[in-house]
Antibody, heavy 121, light 107 residues
C-alpha cells in the first residue's frame, strides 16, 4: 500500500521560504510510472495544484506559482520536496503531496496527510 | 484560464440519488476525475477517466461526462457520503485544474 508522509514546519514568517518534504513508502519514485505533485488548500477554500516532478528531475508548475515554487526529488531517500519562496499571508494553506498518474487521465490517486502551514510574523 | 464550475451545495435525503455537476468550456477535451474530502481529511479519489472507480470505492459512486458537463452520481446516498466533492481535469497549459467544490449534505 502506497503511503505518503509529509514533514515540515507549520509556521513560516512573511517573505521567507516555505519548505516541505514528502516521503514515499510502498512504492518507488524511481519506477517512473508516476509524477509526484504538490497541491494546496487555503483554509475553507478549494484545491490548487502547485506542480509536479518526475523521477528524472523534470518539473512542471502551475503558471501562477512558477516563479516562486521549486520542486526537487531525492530518489535515494524516496522523497520529493517543495520550496515556496517570498511567502505572504495569502500562502497560508494546508499543503498536500500526491502521487500523480500519467497517461490520458492525469489524476491524484494517493495523498499525504496534509500540513497546515501558517504564514505569520 | 480554465474554470470548472460546480454548485456550491447539494442536498439529498438518505437513500436517494445525489448528482453533482462540473462544467467547463473545454471539459469535453479532457478526462474528469472526482475527489471526496471529509472535514479535516485529505481528499480521496472516487472517480477517474470520467467513469472509472478505483478499487475500494463503493459501487454507488459513478461518473459520466457529456459535452461540457461531467456528473458525479451517488446512488443510495448514505450519511457517510456527506463531504466536499471536487472535480479535476488536466490541462496541457495549466496543469491540474480543480473545480470550486460542492458541499454535499445528507439530510
Amino acid at each position: 500500500q502506497v503511503q505518503l508522509l509529509q514533514s515540515g514546519p507549520g509556521l513560516v514568517k512573511p517573505s521567507q521560504t516555505l519548505s516541505l518534504t514528502c516521503t514515499v513508502s510502498g512504492g518507488s519514485i524511481n519506477s517512473g510510472d508516476y509524477y509526484w505533485s504538490w497541491i494546496r488548500q487555503p483554509p475553507g477554500k478549494g484545491l490548487e495544484w502547485i506542480g509536479y516532478i518526475y523521477y528524472s528531475g523534470s518539473t512542471y508548475y502551475n503558471p501562477s506559482l512558477k516563479s516562486r515554487a521549486t520542486i526537487s526529488v531525492d530518489t535515494s531517500k524516496n522523497q520529493f520536496s517543495l520550496k515556496l519562496s517570498s511567502v505572504t499571508a495569502a500562502d497560508t494553506a494546508v499543503f498536500y503531496c500526491a502521487r500523480t498518474s500519467t497517461g490520458t487521465s492525469v489524476h491524484f490517486d494517493y495523498w499525504g496527510q496534509g500540513n497546515l502551514v501558517t504564514v505569520s510574523a | 484560464s480554465y474554470e470548472l464550475t460546480q454548485p456550491p451545495s447539494v442536498s439529498v435525503s438518505p437513500g436517494q440519488t445525489a448528482s453533482i455537476t462540473c462544467s467547463g468550456d473545454k471539459l469535453g477535451d479532457n478526462y474528469v476525475s472526482w475527489y471526496q474530502q471529509q472535514p479535516g481529511q485529505s481528499p480521496v479519489l472516487v472517480i477517474y477517466h470520467d467513469t472509472k472507480r478505483p478499487s475500494g470505492i463503493p459501487e454507488r459512486f459513478s461518473g459520466s461526462s457529456s459535452g461540457n458537463t461531467a456528473t458525479l452520481t451517488i446512488s443510495g446516498t448514505q450519511a457517510m457520503d456527506e463531504a466536499d466533492y471536487y472535480c479535476q481535469v488536466w490541462d496541457n497549459n495549466l496543469g491540474g485544474v480543480f473545480g470550486g467544490g460542492t458541499k454535499l449534505t445528507v439530510l
